[in-house]
Nanobody, 126 residues
């Protein structure tokens, strides 16, 4: 199983930027799709961005053009660069690793998540 540790959350003003990091460990961490989800109280956790082992990416419509997901397989780390942040981006952000390796799809369904990080709070003030 892949273990995930996130960092980089915090408080930022609208229009600002943050970068989240997710350090992965485990035998298959470099071969599975990785992604970011977010959740606000009272709402379901939602997919934000994903990246395959071969660096194919996909984004939720609400963040496309503002967020960039990347990964460094040598460091077993996935990043989420968040620019032009809006108050509606405020949420707890979770890193996720897919169950199955070598997927060609960067979208990760929650049912296909094998491991979750502990979550990191991102707060965007208006």
């Amino acid at each position: 199983q892949v273990q995930l540790v996130e960092s980089g959350g915090g408080l930022v003003q609208a229009g600002g930027s943050l970068r989240l990091s997710c350090a992965a460990s485990g035998r298959t961490s470099s071969t599975v799709a990785m992604g970011w989800f977010r959740q606000v109280p009272g709402k379901e956790r939602e997919f934000v961005a994903g990246i395959t082992w071969s660096l194919i990416t996909t984004y939720a419509a609400s963040v496309k053009g503002r967020f960039t997901i990347s990964r460094d397989n040598a460091k077993n780390t996935v990043y989420l660069q968040m620019n032009s942040l809006k108050p509606e981006d405020t949420a707890v952000y979770y890193c996720a690793a897919a169950k199955r390796p070598y997927s060609s799809s960067a979208y990760i369904n929650q049912a296909d998540v094998g491991s979750w990080g502990q979550g990191t709070q991102v707060t965007v003030s208006s």
